[in-house]
């Protein structure tokens, strides 16, 4: 048994009860509704029934985990017995990861006796949850936790994030695109295709004409640079029939089974809107 305990932040995206099996305890992040100043966190809700929602015109107003948050969290992991070691999301969408480090450093003088380590996964959606599952599988085959996070900090950018989204009005309420171009995409049927950089953020590499394109795209990415064996994760804002479609493609042309499907959480997509879709692999360069 590790002696050391896994945790991380919900916008890895994976469900409580799979990360619970896991044994990896979860730090719920938080959101606003505007409209009704109701605040609430990951999970509170069916995601469905978010997404709907936002498709009704409700905005979502998201934020960081402060400082009590990780303190709660970070001091009871320590006063069980137990070291740590957090999987942060990443530090070029979020201040969670800079402002869990913090904490850390101010526990670690307070505990001298325990061992806590961050690593900055550069990661976001289920790509932040394949750090979660690459650091499960690497504690479960007995790595100490500084083996553990050394191997999460040298494979990160190999974790491969493709994203395409369904309205580009998110994008620009977020300042990802002017509001010239959100327009002439919508009018024009333009789906971009994005991806998580070397530093964490969001950037769009290419846009193409019609959701199916972006799709075949996504697929495209992975046949040239995923790693032989690699999981495959795919994340999605309530679009199930273009997951399957992602699936059938991965499938039958590149003969690639995916091993988990889930959504993406309010705290992306709140950000990235209804019919966001993104593919997570490993691979040989972001």
């Given at each position: 048994m590790a002696d050391y305990q896994l945790i991380t932040d919900s916008a890895c995206d994976l469900v409580p009860?799979?990360?619970?099996?896991?044994?990896?305890?979860?730090?719920?992040?938080?959101?606003?509704?505007?409209?009704?100043?109701?605040q609430a966190l990951d999970h509170d809700q069916p995601m469905h029934e978010?997404?709907?929602q936002m498709r009704g015109g409700r905005l979502v107003k998201?934020?960081?985990?402060?400082?009590?948050?990780?303190?709660?969290?970070f001091t009871a992991i320590l006063e069980s017995g137990k070291d740590l070691?957090?999987?942060?999301?990443?530090?070029?969408?979020?201040?969670?990861?800079?402002?869990?480090?913090?904490?850390?450093?101010?526990?670690?003088?307070?505990?001298?006796?325990?061992?806590?380590?961050v690593v900055d996964t550069l990661c976001a959606s289920a790509g932040e949850g394949m750090a979660v599952y690459l650091a499960r599988e690497n504690r479960d085959r007995g790595m100490s936790l500084d083996e553990n996070a050394d191997a999460l900090e040298a494979d990160k950018l190999h974790l491969c994030h493709w994203f395409t989204v369904d309205d580009l009005k998110y994008l620009k309420r977020g300042g990802r695109i002017s509001a010239t171009t959100a327009l002439l995409g919508t009018a024009l049927n333009v789906k971009?295709?994005?991806?998580?950089?070397?530093?964490?953020?969001?950037i769009k590499v290419t846009q193409v004409h019609g959701r199916k394109k972006a799709i075949r795209k996504m697929a495209e990415m992975l046949g040239e640079t995923m790693y032989e064996g690699s999981p495959v994760f795919i994340s999605h804002g309530d679009c199930m029939e273009d997951v399957q479609l992602?699936?059938?493609?991965?499938?039958?042309?590149?003969?690639?089974?995916?091993?988990?499907?889930?959504?993406?959480g309010a705290l992306i997509g709140a950000h990235s809107g209804p019919g966001t879709l993104a593919l997570f692999f490993r691979g040989k360069e972001r």
């Amino acid at each position: 048994m590790a002696d050391y305990q896994l945790i991380t932040d919900s916008a890895c995206d994976l469900v409580p009860e799979l990360l619970e099996k896991w044994d990896v305890q979860l730090l719920r992040m938080p959101h606003l509704f505007p409209d009704t100043g109701e605040q609430a966190l990951d999970h509170d809700q069916p995601m469905h029934e978010f997404y709907e929602q936002m498709r009704g015109g409700r905005l979502v107003k998201t934020s960081a985990l402060n400082v009590a948050a990780y303190t709660a969290a970070f001091t009871a992991i320590l006063e069980s017995g137990k070291d740590l070691l957090y999987l942060a999301f990443s530090s070029g969408l979020s201040a969670t990861c800079a402002t869990g480090k913090s904490v850390a450093e101010d526990l670690a003088r307070k505990y001298p006796e325990r061992k806590i380590r961050v690593v900055d996964t550069l990661c976001a959606s289920a790509g932040e949850g394949m750090a979660v599952y690459l650091a499960r599988e690497n504690r479960d085959r007995g790595m100490s936790l500084d083996e553990n996070a050394d191997a999460l900090e040298a494979d990160k950018l190999h974790l491969c994030h493709w994203f395409t989204v369904d309205d580009l009005k998110y994008l620009k309420r977020g300042g990802r695109i002017s509001a010239t171009t959100a327009l002439l995409g919508t009018a024009l049927n333009v789906k971009p295709v994005l991806h998580v950089d070397n530093e964490g953020h969001l950037i769009k590499v290419t846009q193409v004409h019609g959701r199916k394109k972006a799709i075949r795209k996504m697929a495209e990415m992975l046949g040239e640079t995923m790693y032989e064996g690699s999981p495959v994760f795919i994340s999605h804002g309530d679009c199930m029939e273009d997951v399957q479609l992602l699936q059938k493609i991965l499938k039958e042309e590149y003969h690639v089974e995916v091993q988990i499907v889930t959504y993406v959480g309010a705290l992306i997509g709140a950000h990235s809107g209804p019919g966001t879709l993104a593919l997570f692999f490993r691979g040989k360069e972001r």
